[in-house]
């Protein structure tokens, strides 16, 4: 008998864009690509520990598509690459939370990345949105959600 059964992993991330008087400003749901290199890090995790886990997520001003073969950002927002807050794991979905201060990933933001690093490393998947105008005093917090099923 063929086995039909086939594993995928999809994302899902909600963007929160705050004023600096606390006042949410706008606020977008989204979904994401897990890229092939964030595929081989969940395979490889299944038999060994050969890459170091998720730990980081970064914004950036791309707008080319999300594609598989994609292993950074299209243009990473300098220094804007930060520790992940919370890592949640239910059933077959990890959460990752980060937040983004004041002054931190300033700009026109496109993109958002996860990272097993503080300034390389493997990507684990990657998103395009609309433009969010992150202001200099103007916080953001990223929440992604992956489900393997």
């Known amino acids: 008998m063929?086995?039909?059964?086939?594993?995928?992993?999809?994302?899902?991330?909600?963007?929160?864009l705050t004023g600096p008087d606390g006042a949410v400003k706008e606020t977008h749901d989204l979904r994401n690509l897990v890229v092939d290199?964030?595929?081989?890090?969940?395979?490889?995790?299944?038999?060994?520990?050969?890459y170091d886990v998720m730990s980081h997520m970064s914004l950036g001003e791309g707008t080319t598509a999300a594609a598989?073969?994609?292993?950074?950002?299209?243009?990473?927002?300098?220094?804007?690459?930060?520790a992940l807050d919370s890592v949640?794991?239910?059933?077959?979905?990890?959460?990752?939370?980060a937040s983004f201060?004041?002054?931190v990933?300033?700009?026109s933001i496109t993109e958002s990345g996860i990272f097993n690093d503080a300034a390389a490393g493997t990507?684990?998947?990657?998103?395009?949105?609309?433009?969010?105008?992150?202001?200099?005093?103007?916080?953001?917090?990223?929440?992604?959600?992956?489900?393997?099923?």
Not at 88 to 97: D, E, F, G, L, W
């Open 105 to 107: 990933g300033t700009g």
């Open 88 to 97: 949640t794991v239910a059933a077959n979905q990890i959460t990752y939370v």
């Open 2 to 16: 063929q086995n039909l059964e086939k594993l995928s992993a999809k994302g899902r991330l909600h963007v929160v």
């Open 68 to 82: 598989a073969g994609d292993t950074a950002l299209e243009s990473e927002v300098a220094a804007s690459r930060v």
């Open 101 to 103: 201060g004041a002054g």
């Open 37 to 50: 290199s964030g595929l081989a890090f969940i395979v490889s995790r299944m038999n060994a520990t050969t």
């Open 123 to 149: 990507m684990l998947c990657r998103t395009v949105f609309p433009v969010v105008t992150k202001q200099a005093g103007d916080s953001m917090t990223v929440t992604w959600t992956i489900t393997v099923q």
